[in-house]
T-cell receptor, first 116, second 113 residues
Framework: DAGVIQSPRHEVTEMGQEVTLRCKPI?????LFWYRQTMMRGLELLIY????????DSGMPEDRFSAKMPNASFSTLKIQPSEPRDSAVYFC??????????????FGPGTRLTVT | GDSVTQMEGPVTLSEEAFLTINCTYT??????LFWYVQYPGEGLQLLLK?????DKGSNKGFEATYRKETTSFHLEKGSVQVSDSAVYFC????????????FGTGTRLTVIP
């Protein structure tokens, strides 16, 4: 299996621009998670999906952030407009859920976003 | 609420030293417990897990035992190597319901030759 795929690996953009991060989960996984990692705040869960449906978006910092999962093999995280404080590494993770078990999350390599 | 507390880092050890990274948790139910590792420039990888009290998870020479009485899941390794240098995250999740992980803040380990 190719694992979780994220693109781009690095993104540098100017304040005010729109940024779109992409994720392809592991085939067959029915949960998808978006995380943000910074030195100051550590690893934060932004949103997660189950069967393409957003379940909990309480971690999304503000309305500038949005996430979609149009099908089981693709998700996007969009920031519009971007700000310097959005600079972070954004991780996508996926897992397989079936009743009564604990599930391991598999992380992608991350997208390092720099907003100048 | 549910949470995980890890020992403050960073931790610096000489090669072949004994490693302990403390992790305690607060949970309302009976979670599963995990240790994830993040090598420089990479995403997190599952290192080991334990799904019920007294279970011992182990992998690559690392071990952790699920201690319900002390609500702990300390990570240990008898002899660390330079290649073990990474950030280690303790986490918990539940077997049913929400499938999200609650992560600790991470502990950076540096092993020097």
């Amino acid at each position: 299996d190719a694992g979780v795929i994220q693109s781009p690996r690095h993104e540098v953009t100017e304040m005010g621009q729109e940024v779109t991060l992409r994720c392809k989960p592991i085939s067959g996984h029915d949960y998808l998670f978006w995380y943000r990692q910074t030195m100051m705040r550590g690893l934060e869960l932004l949103i997660y999906f189950n069967n393409n449906v957003p379940i909990d978006d309480s971690g999304m910092p503000e309305d500038r952030f949005s996430a979609k999962m149009p099908n089981a093999s693709f998700s996007t995280l969009k920031i519009q407009p971007s700000e310097p404080r959005d600079s972070a590494v954004y991780f996508c993770a996926s897992s397989l859920g079936s009743g009564g078990r604990a599930y391991e999350q598999y992380f992608g390599p991350g997208t390092r976003l720099t907003v100048t | 609420g549910d949470s995980v507390t890890q020992m403050e880092g960073p931790v610096t050890l000489s090669e072949e030293a004994f490693l302990t990274i403390n992790c305690t948790y607060t949970a309302t139910g009976y979670p599963s417990l995990f240790w994830y590792v993040q090598y420089p420039g990479e995403g997190l990888q599952l290192l080991l897990k334990a799904t019920k009290a007294d279970d011992k998870g182990s992998n690559k020479g690392f071990e952790a035992t699920y201690r319900k009485e002390t609500t702990s899941f300390h990570l240990e390794k008898g002899s660390v190597q330079v290649s073990d240098s990474a950030v280690y995250f303790c986490a918990l999740s539940y077997k049913t319901g929400a499938n999200n992980l609650f992560f600790g803040t991470g502990t950076r380990l540096t092993v020097i030759p």
